[in-house]
């Protein structure tokens, strides 16, 4: 019973050390850093380049596998920052020359300094060009609209900012060139349609195109047409209708046939007269009318020029059918 008691408990010590063997491993620097680096792989994977590099700088501090800084290389490389994926790649060409890395490391830090160098050439004609843009402004506060807009030109040339190109249609507007500024509003819009100056150039272009629409006609005429036309009618249904009642008369004289009508009487040629002026005049007032409301429309609708109209007699005359095309 006494050995059983002790081979228990040497198993039980055993385990115990063996345990606390696990646990120690498991704390040491290596270990540690398997962890930062399975956590920076799976930032990497889920394109999480910052927090990747945070995680592989952590596996480095730790244990400093040249490996480690050609992955924190290319995280910063995916992650867009050029300066601190080249400063990665140096540092393991140095502690590796002859790594397994080591070529594409060079590779990728030829490609990286070409476009730092690109980046930075683009930079410096940004700010040239911002530069002759200030200039463009002076000169056209000054009120030298020809030297702003050669300023204009010389930053087109260095940049390629949409907001350059309204510049130089406010350049061409101020100077009277309107044609000029109008091509340059229609290139800006055409080049940034959500620009932050679409409503003003819209309102530019407004104004350029609006004096070359004819000018509204004075509505006068077309008062005094219709004036005209609705006197003539008026005058034309007063005769219209004399010469009605007096066919009527004369038509109850026939039916009676007491006194019997003589062909000379004069009521005959005076109702043929008064429905002869009736007519006539009854169609003047017509086309009075017709002529005022054209004349009316086409000022009404200036901005909207009529193409054809067509007036056309309807009734004998007695009424008139207008019209036409907007």
Same mark, same amino acid.
């Given at each position: 019973?006494?050995?059983?008691?002790?081979?228990?408990?040497?198993?039980?010590?055993?385990?115990?050390?063996?345990?606390?063997?696990?646990?120690?491993?498991?704390?040491?620097?290596?270990?540690?850093?398997?962890?930062?680096?399975?956590?920076?792989?799976?930032?990497?994977?889920?394109?999480?380049?910052?927090?990747?590099?945070?995680?592989?700088?952590?596996?480095?501090?730790?244990?400093?596998?040249?490996?480690?800084?050609?992955?924190?290389?290319?995280?910063?490389?995916?992650?867009?920052?050029?300066?601190?994926?080249?400063?990665?790649?140096?540092?393991?060409?140095?502690?590796?020359?002859?790594?397994?890395?080591?070529?594409?490391?060079?590779?990728?830090?030829?490609?990286?300094?070409?476009?730092?160098?690109?980046?930075?050439?683009?930079?410096?004609?940004?700010?040239?060009?911002?530069?002759?843009?200030?200039?463009?402004?002076?000169?056209?506060?000054?009120?030298?609209?020809?030297?702003?807009?050669?300023?204009?030109?010389?930053?087109?040339?260095?940049?390629?900012?949409?907001?350059?190109?309204?510049?130089?249609?406010?350049?061409?507007?101020?100077?009277?060139?309107?044609?000029?500024?109008?091509?340059?509003?229609?290139?800006?819009?055409?080049?940034?349609?959500?620009?932050?100056?679409?409503?003003?150039?819209?309102?530019?272009?407004?104004?350029?195109?609006?004096?070359?629409?004819?000018?509204?006609?004075?509505?006068?005429?077309?008062?005094?047409? +219709?004036?005209? #036309? !609705?006197?003539?009618? $008026? &005058? /034309?249904? @007063?005769?219209?209708? %004399?010469?009605? *009642?007096?066919?009527?008369?004369?038509?109850?004289?026939?039916?009676?046939?007491?006194?019997?009508?003589?062909?000379?009487?004069?009521?005959?040629?005076?109702?043929?007269?008064?429905?002869?002026?009736?007519?006539?005049? +009854?169609?003047? #007032? !017509?086309?009075?009318? $017709? &002529? /005022?409301? @054209?004349?009316?429309? %086409?000022?009404? *609708?200036?901005?909207?020029?009529?193409?054809?109209?067509?007036?056309?007699?309807?009734?004998?005359?007695?009424?008139?059918?207008?019209?036409?095309?907007?």
């Amino acid at each position: 019973m006494g050995r059983d008691r002790q081979a228990v408990l040497g198993v039980a010590v055993l385990t115990l050390l063996v345990t606390l063997a696990g646990v120690a491993s498991a704390q040491t620097p290596r270990a540690l850093a398997k962890v930062h680096f399975d956590q920076g792989e799976a930032y990497f994977k889920a394109g999480t380049y910052d927090k990747a590099a945070e995680e592989y700088q952590a596996a480095y501090d730790l244990v400093p596998e040249p490996g480690l800084l050609f992955n924190i290389g290319l995280a910063f490389e995916n992650f867009g920052d050029a300066t601190r994926a080249t400063a990665a790649y140096l540092r393991y060409l140095e502690v590796a020359p002859d790594g397994v890395k080591a070529l594409e490391a060079r590779a990728r830090l030829e490609a990286l300094n070409r476009w730092l160098d690109e980046a930075a050439e683009a930079e410096q004609r940004e700010a040239e060009a911002r530069a002759r843009r200030d200039d463009a402004a002076r000169l056209a506060v000054s009120g030298d609209h020809a030297g702003a807009i050669a300023a204009l030109r010389d930053a087109e040339a260095l940049s390629t900012d949409p907001e350059i190109v309204f510049d130089l249609a406010i350049a061409h507007r101020r100077a009277g060139e309107d044609t000029a500024a109008r091509a340059e509003l229609v290139r800006y819009l055409e080049a940034a349609p959500r620009g932050p100056h679409r409503g003003e150039a819209i309102r530019e272009l407004d104004a350029i195109d609006r004096p070359t629409r004819e000018p509204r006609p004075s509505l006068v005429p077309a008062w005094i047409s +219709l004036g005209v #036309g !609705a006197t003539l009618g $008026a &005058v /034309g249904l @007063v005769f219209q209708r %004399r010469a009605s *009642l007096l066919h009527d008369e004369l038509a109850a004289e026939l039916a009676d046939g007491t006194p019997p009508l003589d062909a000379r009487d004069p009521r005959i040629d005076r109702g043929a007269r008064d429905r002869t002026i009736g007519q006539v005049t +009854l169609l003047a #007032g !017509a086309v009075g009318l $017709a &002529v /005022g409301a @054209v004349l009316a429309a %086409r000022s009404l *609708l200036a901005d909207r020029p009529i193409r054809r109209v067509s007036v056309t007699p309807v009734g004998g005359g007695a009424a008139v059918l207008v019209g036409g095309e907007w």
